[in-house]
């Protein structure tokens, strides 16, 4: 080979290159003059002539679509008699996923060599199905014309145009597949070319799922999935997909845990293999790449391991010092300036002064199981006692936290509640009071935070009286609830004494039935009590003298029937009351009775000024003696309650509020008694 000729063999490729830019531009020239002669609707009839031409032989062939490759948008597949690799035409950005391309074909310069070029396409698709001779396949119709040389997709830059033109074999291709052909649009059409509809022949029958090798073997997987890459990194890469038995992936169907729990377990034993194969998907520039990340954190990495060293040596110190795993600590503690005006029962002038008395409450909630509770409660008061003699000489005047205990912590309350089902169940030993077991159907249920007086805060011909110790049962029915209970006095339940015990002294037995719901709340409360006697005290230091005892210190047995309702017509307006019938009997050697009745109307204005405050009146008729074989109260007294809670944030609450007593002890002579109360509620 002599040196002239080798220089012209070095310099052709340039020559080369330059022919086919100079011919590039002469066909893009070309290709838009036509266009703009023949209209947009020619160019789209050509190129609807190009995809039913390709589509038409491939579906024939073929049963089951194969994905189109997003990383080459711009190539245009079509099947061809040419021999084929054994693996079928599948998406991959890096070549050794990529299939072996079986035909290049390199578009002439000329515009009479496109059009050739376009007739061989033509020809190509023509005789595609007989190039799977081993399945029986449908005749194809090959008569359209053939397609203009615009309509052939050009990929071109400012330094390269080509079109390059892949032609698999169409009896390489796996069952059930389909072949997309992706387009884009050529110079001068103006839009864009639709792709040739994918057609699929029935799925493969199988009882199993079968493992994949290519993304292209599930067929309802797209290029425009936002998935698309990660299925074909776990597809290709390491293997550890698997389809469902008609080759699809179901990419939108919900997971269980079972199959999460496959699939992973089949990546983590592909990843492993990898690992430990020196010819796996892990390179030694990846190990490279992992060594010098972990050399430039170093330092960071020291850092985060000596913060955890830290945060486990803090850990196990809180757990060696820790009071208990199980139990939380909150209280109460409740500031109280109150001052009574007005002349007391049997009085001549007023004997209080305005004094300053306060209760804390320390509340150990211990939790087992995280659905039961364990109360234990320590309770220190001193706050004055309105119904002595030496201040008003009547229980109307009482406030709902009054008692003195010298100051001294003592145990207030033990019970423990769990869940039996659908039912709640409460045992208590100590402190246990019905109003904790059973709802009492009114916003003002609470001696911290809700009405001020003792009467106003529940119905105490059914939720007051002799209690402490005992259990109760509770079942929750939707909207409805039903309970049990049964308790002993406080005093008389540890005690072995005659007479004494849980069962021979004092004791109130509950049943109600409740409705709840948004706009309505209602309840039907039943109470048996039995006073034993000296400890006779049938409405809980509530109401008249003559409503407690009515029989004075005899033995005492009730029947107490209740009503209450709470009607919310909003979040923030609350209106409801109650209405208490009791029919006491006198026992040993007496068949004496009376009857005792009281009710209320409260009003709760709720988020007034700002949110968490609360507004509340009470009005009602405190508990009076209306028959008796005894002695009777013979005029009426009416409790008039008003209070303003100001949630300061959602610890701290201040209470202002007043309420008075018209003619108390149910009896006009008595001057009327006005309490007024400054409260302020710590919680924590």
Request: with cysteine.
């Amino acid at each position: 080979m002599n040196r002239t000729f080798w220089n012209l063999l070095l310099v052709s490729p340039a020559i080369l290159g330059l022919s086919s830019v100079v011919s590039s531009a002469a066909l893009a020239a070309e290709a838009t003059a036509t266009a703009e002669a023949n209209g947009l609707a020619a160019a789209k009839s050509s190129a609807s002539k190009i995809a039913e031409a390709v589509a038409e032989p491939v579906a024939a062939a073929v049963a089951e679509p194969v994905a189109a490759t997003p990383a080459a948008p711009e190539k245009l597949a079509l099947n061809s008699t040419a021999p084929a690799a054994p693996t079928p035409l599948a998406n991959s950005d890096g070549a050794q996923n990529q299939p072996e391309k079986l035909a290049k074909i390199e578009p002439e310069t000329s515009a009479t060599a496109l059009q050739a070029t376009a007739s061989d396409i033509q020809s190509a698709a023509a005789i595609a199905p007989a190039a799977a001779a081993a399945e029986p396949l449908a005749a194809a119709n090959t008569a359209e014309p053939a397609p203009q040389a615009s309509d052939l997709a050009v990929e071109s830059t400012q330094t390269e145009t080509a079109a390059k033109i892949q032609v698999p074999a169409a009896a390489a291709l796996p069952p059930a597949t389909k072949v997309e052909i992706a387009q884009t649009v050529p110079g001068g059409m103006g839009g864009p070319i639709v792709p040739a509809a994918p057609q699929a022949l029935p799925a493969q029958q199988s009882g199993t799922m079968s493992q994949v090798t290519s993304v292209s073997q599930l067929s309802d997987v797209r290029p425009t999935d936002w998935a698309f890459q990660a299925l074909q990194s776990l597809v290709e890469r390491y293997g550890c997909i698997a389809g469902y038995p008609d080759g699809t992936f179901r990419g939108n169907r919900a997971l269980t845990r079972f199959e999460f729990a496959a699939g992973l377990n089949a990546c983590l034993d592909q990843v492993t293999k990898l690992i430990g194969s020196s010819t796996g998907g892990v390179t030694k520039d990846d190990l490279a790449i992992l060594q010098r990340l972990q050399e430039e954190f170093a330092a960071e990495l020291a850092t985060l391991r000596g913060r955890v060293d830290g945060l486990e040596a803090r850990t196990a110190e809180l757990e060696a010092n820790q009071f208990s795993t199980t139990t939380k600590l909150n209280g109460e503690a409740v500031f109280a300036v109150s001052d009574t005006f007005g002349d007391g029962v049997g009085l001549r002038d007023d004997e209080t002064v305005t004094n300053f008395g306060y209760r804390v409450r320390l509340n150990l909630n211990t939790s087992f199981t995280g659905r039961d509770l364990l109360r234990t409660r320590l309770q220190a008061s001193n706050v004055a006692n309105y119904g002595a003699s030496t201040a008003t000489g009547t229980n109307m005047a009482r406030l709902p936290f009054d008692g003195g205990g010298d100051s001294n912590f003592s145990l207030d309350e033990v019970y423990y509640r769990f869940p039996v089902s659908a039912a709640t169940v409460f045992v208590g030993a100590k402190g246990l009071d019905l109003d904790e077991i059973a709802d009492t159907v009114t916003p003002f249920n609470s001696t911290g935070s809700g009405s001020i007086s003792r009467f106003g805060v529940r119905n105490p011909a059914v939720f007051r009286g002799a209690q402490g110790a005992g259990a109760s049962v509770t079942f929750n029915l939707g909207s409805l609830r039903a309970t049990a209970a049964y308790l002993a006095g406080d005093s008389d339940a540890p005690n072995p004494a005659s007479g004494r015990g849980v069962f021979n002294g004092s004791f109130s037995a509950l049943g109600q039935i409740g409705f709840f719901s948004k706009p309505f709340d209602l309840g039907l409360t039943y109470t048996r009590k039995y006073n034993r006697a000296g400890d006779v005290g049938l409405m809980g230091s509530t109401g008249s003298a003559l409503a407690n005892r009515p029989f004075g210190q005899s033995a005492t047995a009730a029947d107490n029937f209740g009503v209450q309702v709470n009607f919310k017509p909003s979040s923030r307006f609350q209106i409801g009351g109650w209405y208490g019938y009791t029919k006491a009997e006198q026992l040993r050697n007496s068949n004496n009775e009376a009857t005792i009745q009281n009710g209320a109307i409260t009003l709760a204005l709720s988020d007034v000024g700002r949110r968490g405050n609360l507004l509340g009146f009470v009005f009602g008729v405190p508990p009076k003696v209306t028959e008796s074989d005894v002695a009777r109260n013979r005029d009426t007294s009416y409790h008039l309650e008003g209070f303003y809670r100001f949630q300061v944030n959602d610890f701290i609450s201040v209470t202002p509020g007043v309420y008075v007593i018209m003619n108390p002890e149910h009896n006009n002579n008595n001057d009327d008694i006005w309490v007024g109360l400054l409260r302020t509620t710590f919680s924590f």
